[in-house]
């Protein structure tokens, strides 16, 4: 996977350097009932300089906006009884359709804990995607006729349910964002993250050298860079085999 990664990644830069980096940032769109919650995981460190080099475009956009009635109203009981709200058709139809006057999604995606398992595999294919919609639930989901007809991709972040589609979404962003060309500021340090080449990352040390005693490594002061390569190599795998022996081989 990391080569493919890096084939595509380095197909786009090279073939298109200056529009890729200029002119087209990539365009993610959330809808989401509660757009506060998604104020500050853009607005600070790797996805702010992703922003600011207009790499990466986020836009959240209040779903109340096309609610039903004056009350805002974007919920309603489910059908067949029961506690919990359902997230109507209506206004989603509408948000999702309004949206997609001004742009072409690739996909539209739904976060949803009974979605596909998020993983770097799937980060790394949406972030070779121009324009992505995510949409974010709340209560106890939105109505399925939403999913059938509109949704393309539905993606959840791990066996567990959190209250809101909006801590998913940022997770996801986030991911795909720090893969983009350029947003790092060294390009290639993501395609050394841990699950790329299905490979956990080598532990790391910074200074002091021996901090109460606990030594550094000596072969990473060695200053040969052969030998530390190999040595992370060695680490890596050791570390995939006791704790991930599941992705070493997949
Ligand atoms: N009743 C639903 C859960 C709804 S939770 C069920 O049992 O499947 C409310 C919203 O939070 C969902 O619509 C979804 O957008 C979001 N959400 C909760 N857990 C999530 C997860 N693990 N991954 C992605 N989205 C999740």
Known sequence: ??????NSHIRTSAHSHISFFYLCPMHIDIISVLPELLESPFAHSILKRAKEKNLLEVRVHP??????NEYGQVDDYQYGGGAGMVMMCEPLAKAIESLSEKTTYDEIIYMTPDGELFNQKTANHFSLKNNLLIICGHYKGIDERIREHFITK???IGDYVLSGGELPAAVLVDAIGRLIPGVLNDETSALF????????????????????GWKVPEILLSGDPRKIEEWRNEQSQIRTSKRRPDIQHE
């Open 1 to 6: 996977m990391r080569t493919d990664l890096i």
């Open 63 to 68: 779903l109340r906006q096309w609610a039903i």
């Open 154 to 156: 539905e993606i959840s």
């Open 193 to 212: 993250d841990s699950f790329q080449d299905n490979l956990l990352a080598p532990p790391v040390y910074t200074r002091p050298a021996d901090f109460r």
